[in-house]
């Protein structure tokens, strides 16, 4: 749970339906194909507008204003060379730890700061600037949004009259459904065939583009060693890119080019790597927000998501979720009553009471699905200028299997005061120029780092045994970190 705020959330979908005076076919821009589209380009500027607004306050940009105007700087001489180079393109950083970037409508196009510990090169960087920018110019968005939208026709009320109660990817605002579209297989390929032609339209060597498809391999290869990027949730492989890179580039009989690495590295001296302690963490089953100074459990074997703006775990039958976020009000008292003051919630009790010294309103409530009843327990408790709400629901014919479960957990909730929590700094990106002639294993030694061989190899797109050159700038990573992070 990263930040104070929570986003606006969309009513029904990203965007309202507009069927009336709109065809469903258009012309693909990149292209010049036919493609299906129920919204015209203002309609498309605006629902990334929206979307991005939302994303920024959801997510959090990253706290570095010189690397931000440089990744801008570098999408905004891209997007000027594309079939649309007069939308409102923006190019930012999210402060988020995986191997992801993402592109919402009409414009805007994010790159994690975990993928940018990856990049070696401005080219590699480049060629994912020129992929998710691809996105945008064949309108890939809009055209998943327009089929979503028809999909999406006689969907029930309830989760519309109660957005709280959703499970874990439904929980999300529209700016970040948007930013979790899967493309498909075709789309994936048009985007890299458009990004290696704005790439190399610029002068970068193509070889970014083979060596940022090799970068996601062998971080896929590397297993539970490394998180398995983000990028391929949404971006499904359309297969083997690797070698379809090199095809593209053999054929294009483009040699050499912009590479920038000595420049890039230098940008990225310093920058985090990792999980950002500030934004809380899990010490196996329990939960520790060193900001807000608090901490609370999920039950074990449950499985646990650290989001944006809440904090969820669910059974592992997967028929129970918790939610811990921030409330609405004032006081335990104020929140509670806005919570049962919601269409669809009947509340079933409540009482005032402390919690670990806190002062809380906790309750009871169930509400009536197209799918059966759901029924829930639910405490609101005041910390540090702050109300939060912690609950858990079930349907309703499982309530008796988890009511001890849940108030177990919320019993949980607690002040956090230890500093070692309160003072963990994160870890970071730090550059060195190797000295000597030496293999990557060698570096490892003579350079620690706060993180395992492997991690280092795979940040620097090293295999086993590479021997690094005198002179040749390489990442290392210093600071503790959160434990068990990589």
């Not at 500027?45 to 607004?53: D, H, K, L, N, P």
């Not at 458009?194 to 940022?212: C, E, K, S």
């Not at 060193?290 to 059974?315: D, H, I, K, Y």
């Not at 806190?358 to 200028?385: K, Y």
Request: glycine share 10%; aromatic share 8%; net charge negative.
């Amino acid at each position: 749970m990263s930040i104070a705020n929570r986003i606006p959330r969309a009513a029904h979908a990203a965007a309202p339906l507009l069927l009336a005076g709109l065809g469903a076919c258009a012309m693909n821009p990149a292209t010049g194909g036919r493609m299906f589209s129920l919204y015209s380009e203002d309609q498309e500027i605006e629902m990334g507008q929206q979307a991005a607004s939302e994303v920024n306050a959801a997510m959090g940009l990253y706290d570095d204003a010189d690397l931000q105007a440089y990744v801008d700087s570098i999408g905004q001489v891209m997007a000027a060379i594309t079939e649309r180079p007069e939308l409102p393109w923006s190019f930012r950083i999210v402060d988020d730890p995986v191997i992801n970037a993402f592109a919402l409508p009409g414009g805007p196009v994010y790159l994690a700061r975990g993928i940018m510990a990856h990049f070696n090169t401005e080219a590699e960087m480049a060629s994912v600037l020129g992929h998710e920018i691809g996105h945008i110019t064949a309108r890939h968005s809009v055209e998943q949004i327009s089929r979503a939208q028809l999909a999406q026709i006689g969907l029930g009320a309830t989760q519309l009259l109660v957005p709280e109660l959703r499970p874990f990817g439904d929980a999300l605002g529209g700016g970040l459904m948007l930013m979790f579209l899967s493309f498909g297989r075709d789309d994936e390929s048009q985007s890299d065939e458009l990004g290696f032609r704005y790439m190399t339209r610029l002068g970068y060597d193509p070889q970014g583009a083979v060596d940022m498809f090799r970068i996601l391999e062998r971080q896929r290869d590397a297993g539970s060693g490394g998180a398995v990027p983000e990028w391929q949730s949404t971006h499904p492989d359309p297969g083997n890119r690797v070698i379809a890179a090199e095809q593209r580039l053999a054929t294009s009989q483009i040699e050499g080019g912009i590479s920038r690495r000595e420049e890039y590295l230098r940008r990225i001296d310093g920058m985090m790597f990792g999980l950002d302690p500030a934004q809380g963490f899990f010490i196996e089953n329990r939960f520790i927000q060193p900001e807000m100074r608090v901490q609370f459990e999920f039950p074990e074997g449950w499985a646990s998501q650290n989001a944006p703006t809440q904090v969820l775990a669910q059974s592992p039958g997967r028929d129970a979720v918790m939610q811990v976020t921030l409330a609405e009000g004032d006081t335990p008292e104020e929140a509670a009553a806005g919570f049962f003051d919601q269409q669809g919630i009947r509340r079933t009790g409540a009482r005032s009471r402390t919690v670990n010294g806190l002062p809380a309103v906790q309750g009871t409530f169930r509400i009536a699905t197209d799918d059966g009843d759901l029924a829930g327990q639910v405490m609101f408790v005041r910390h540090r200028d702050l109300t939060f709400r912690f609950m858990g629901y079930t349907p309703s014919s499982r309530m008796g299997t988890y009511a001890v479960t849940f108030e177990r957990a919320l019993e949980s909730f607690a002040p956090m005061n230890e500093e070692r929590w309160i003072n963990l700094q994160p870890r970071r990106i730090d550059i060195v120029r190797a000295e000597n002639e030496m293999t990557v294993e060698r570096f490892f030694q003579r350079y620690p780092s706060t993180v395992s061989l492997q991690t280092v190899r795979l940040i620097n797109g090293m295999s086993e045994g590479h021997v690094i050159p005198s002179g040749t700038l390489v990442k290392r990573v210093t600071g503790e970190g959160v434990p068990g992070d990589e």
